[in-house]
């Protein structure tokens, strides 16, 4: 996946507002994330594909949901700033802004610059 507007040695640290949970967009999960976060929520397989996942539009996977009946386009699993699976999120949630990201994410994204020492 592309990184775009990086700084060689600068890591960005998540500081939790939340933003990237409520863009639209798919969250894909693949088969062992599902497993995974089914275990982590204490369900059956097929019951956490029915209840969270549907179909992703290329048809080729499945995609976490949004809530049906919280603000557009909010993860099902965003709860306040909280993020319910967040010991067992998906690759994309993780990965965001240090491993994938797109023009213009900082004007989004409030992750903070931390260099290799630690000092933001
Ligand atoms: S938008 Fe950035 S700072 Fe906000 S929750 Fe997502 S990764 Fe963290």
Same mark, same amino acid.
């Given at each position: 996946?592309?990184?775009?507007?990086?700084?060689?040695? @600068?890591?960005?640290? &998540?500081?939790?507002?939340?933003?990237? &949970?409520?863009?639209?967009?798919? @969250?894909? @999960?693949?088969?062992?994330? $599902?497993?995974? $976060?089914?275990?982590?929520?204490?369900?059956?397989?097929?019951?956490?594909?029915?209840?969270?996942?549907?179909?992703?539009? !290329?048809?080729?996977?499945?995609?976490?949901?949004?809530?049906? +009946?919280?603000?557009?386009?909010?993860? $099902?699993?965003?709860?306040?700033? +909280?993020?319910?699976?967040?010991?067992?999120?998906?690759?994309?949630?993780?990965?965001?802004?240090?491993?994938?990201?797109?023009?213009?994410?900082?004007?989004?994204?409030?992750?903070?610059? @931390?260099?290799? !020492?630690?000092?933001?």
């Amino acid at each position: 996946m592309a990184t775009y507007d990086m700084e060689e040695g @600068v890591r960005y640290a &998540c500081q939790r507002c939340g933003n990237c &949970c409520r863009w639209h967009g798919e @969250v894909p @999960v693949t088969d062992s994330e $599902i497993a995974k $976060i089914a275990d982590f929520l204490g369900m059956e397989l097929y019951e956490f594909i029915a209840e969270y996942t549907e179909l992703r539009i !290329n048809r080729a996977g499945l995609t976490l949901i949004d809530k049906p +009946d919280g603000p557009e386009h909010e993860c $099902i699993f965003l709860d306040g700033i +909280d993020c319910r699976i967040q010991e067992v999120k998906p690759g994309q949630c993780a990965g965001f802004p240090n491993e994938w990201n797109f023009p213009g994410w900082k004007e989004k994204c409030e992750a903070k610059p @931390v260099r290799g !020492n630690g000092i933001a």
